[in-house]
């Protein structure tokens, strides 16, 4: 889910929730599909309604996926209620506090103390369960495999452009957004990178820099601090704009 300011309509916001179908077929019909498009000024308000809007054409379980943005008890109060059965994923604000051992602290702060702590299960093919001794060893064997194939095996230029590789934190003109998603419908780039590790930080890049654009990009127009963060800068609030910060901005405009 996700709440923009529109350029189409100055003073209010448009709501826009889209799905992947796994049933569909990229690249007849354009991915992804868009379920619910509506102008609104009450973001919380128009949220809850597109939600149940959606709930009223899919019968079944959903799993609503919400950025940031959405980090609202409103929204927690909606999903965790017990007529409701749908799973919800929400991205946590660097400020959301949490019960972590008996005492509230940060989201931010907890994720910084969990991180490389977390052992999550990996599931392979059956024969790989055994605890024999050389299925073990050929387990190891065909993890070191998996990992390291990309270094083995160099994957064939089959688009015949140069790559490039950044970060996923950027902003583009509703020009340049629309290039590449026209060429993203075409297939060749999806294709390419279907089975890629982190192709965000690669399909995007490559397109813009193989585009009428490519001069035209320009760096650090905003100031980024990321000291002690994890998934995201940190979020500036009106308590860090002091003259220093703002001087600081500056000098590196």
Same mark, same amino acid.
């Given at each position: ?21 796994? %049933? ?14 509506? $102008?609104?000024?009450?973001? %919380? ?98 993890? %070191? ?14 688009? %015949? ?39 965000? $930080? ?36 009106? $308590? ?14």
């Amino acid at each position: 889910m996700q709440g923009t300011r529109c350029k189409f309509f100055k003073r209010w916001y448009l709501s826009r929730i889209s799905c992947l179908w796994s %049933n569909c077929n990229y690249k007849k019909e354009k991915q992804p599909i868009s379920l619910y498009s509506q $102008e609104f000024k009450s973001m %919380n308000g128009e949220t809850l309604k597109s939600i149940e809007y959606i709930k009223s054409i899919i019968e079944k379980k959903c799993t609503f996926v919400c950025d940031r943005g959405y980090d609202a008890n409103i929204y927690y109060e909606y999903f965790l209620k017990e007529e409701c059965n749908d799973d919800f994923i929400i991205r946590l604000t660097e400020k959301r506090k949490l019960m972590f051992k008996g005492k509230s602290k940060k989201a931010s702060e907890i994720a910084v103390k969990r991180k490389g702590k977390i052992k999550m299960n990996m599931y392979f093919p059956n024969w790989m369960r055994s605890k024999n001794f050389f299925v073990r060893c050929l387990k190891m064997g065909y993890i %070191n495999i998996a990992l390291h194939l990309g270094n083995l095996l160099d994957r064939k230029n089959t688009l %015949n452009v140069d790559f490039y590789y950044g970060s996923q934190w950027w902003t583009l003109s509703y020009e340049c957004a629309k290039e590449i998603y026209d060429i993203l419908l075409k297939g060749e780039y999806i294709d390419h990178y279907k089975g890629s590790l982190v192709p965000d $930080e690669s399909i995007f890049q490559t397109i813009y820099m193989n585009s009428r654009f490519k001069d035209k990009y320009y760096d650090k127009l905003t100031y980024v601090n990321w000291k002690g963060q994890i998934n995201h800068p940190k979020t500036f609030t009106i $308590e860090d704009f002091d003259d220093k910060i703002i001087n600081k901005l500056y000098d590196e405009l």
